[in-house]
Structures are given as C-alpha cells and as structure tokens.
C-alpha cells in the first residue's frame, strides 16, 4: 500500500482547514496544514488568526468525486491572533464560549465539480449553531512524492451572528 497525503487549505474569511490521506481515507496533515480566518475589527482593520488543533478526513474518489467527503473538527481553545489578551476574549462567552463549544465542525453532504473547481456543501457548526454553506475549492494533485499528495484550498465567508456570536449591540444593530 502507498503512502497518501492530502493537504486541504481551506482559507475561510473566519475558518481555514488542511487535509491528509492514509489508507482508503485522507487525514489532515497537520504539519503542511493550516485552518485560518480573517475577521474585520470596528470595522477599520482586518484581525488574521489560526487555530493550532485540528483534525479531520476525507474520502477521495479521483474517479467520481460527488462520492467523495469531508470531514474536520477544530478545538476552539486553540484560536491564536498572537495576542493573548484577545485570544482569551475569542475564547470566551462572548465569542466561540470555548468552554461550552469546545469544538467548530465542518461535515460535507456532498461534493460536486464546477465551471471554476469544485464545490463542497455541508453542515459547519459554531457555537452549536449549525448551518449548510457551500465552499467553493481547488484541488491540486495527486503527486506522486514520497508517497500520494493531495491539496485543496477553499474559502469561506461568513457571518458571526449567524452562529450567535454577537458581543456588541452597539455594533451589531449598526451603531457604529
């Protein structure tokens, strides 16, 4: 049996995901893997962050890819904006409440080839807040190098309050 690895960036504006094959299923690779966000402070300057602890996998039919799935798991604890102060807010009641949500999760319905890619459409949950969104990605691979690799890069946008995250009135009734 070959060794396979899939590399999945999935740059969301407020999640990014990576991926890992072993087997019949690709795991995340950790190491060449990387789940990130963008979000907008006050509405004047944009906050870059990551999440350090993540797994997931997928199943990859290079032959029929709406057969194919995803899978991944994020631990909220793990959020890093390389402020502590600011990460221990993100963590908090007002934002991902990391105690009570300790996880994000993302699990695809299905996956289908587009015009421009492919798309994946599954249930992303925040919060315990669970919503279907549909991510558009690109897959790159298979290489045959040290063993099969696979990467897919997707990107997401979304919006806080869908997922409960609401920590100012003032902002959010658009106040400011």
Excluded at 36 to 47: E, K, M, V, W, Y
Excluded at 150 to 164: M, V, W
């Amino acid at each position: 049996m070959r060794n396979k690895n899939i590399i999945l960036t999935v740059l969301l504006t407020f999640l990014i995901a990576s991926f890992a094959f072993a087997g019949d299923k690709y795991q995340i690779d950790v190491t060449h893997s990387s789940i990130g966000f963008s979000a907008r402070h006050l509405l004047i300057s944009n906050i870059k962050g990551h999440f350090k602890d993540f797994s997931g996998v997928m199943d990859f039919d290079e032959n029929d890819i709406t057969k194919s799935s995803i899978e991944v798991t994020i631990k909220t604890a793990s959020i890093s904006t390389a402020n502590e102060k600011r990460d221990g807010h993100l963590k908090g009641s007002d934002f991902f409440d990391a105690e009570k949500h300790p996880e994000i999760t993302f699990k695809s319905k299905s996956v289908v080839k587009t015009d421009d890619g492919y798309k994946m459409v599954g249930d992303l949950t925040i919060r315990g807040v669970t919503k279907e969104v549909a991510m558009p990605f690109t897959l790159v691979g298979p290489v045959e190098a040290m063993g099969t690799r696979i990467g897919l890069e997707a990107s997401l946008t979304i919006k806080r309050l869908d997922y409960g995250v609401s920590w100012s009135k003032t902002l959010d009734s658009g106040g400011l």
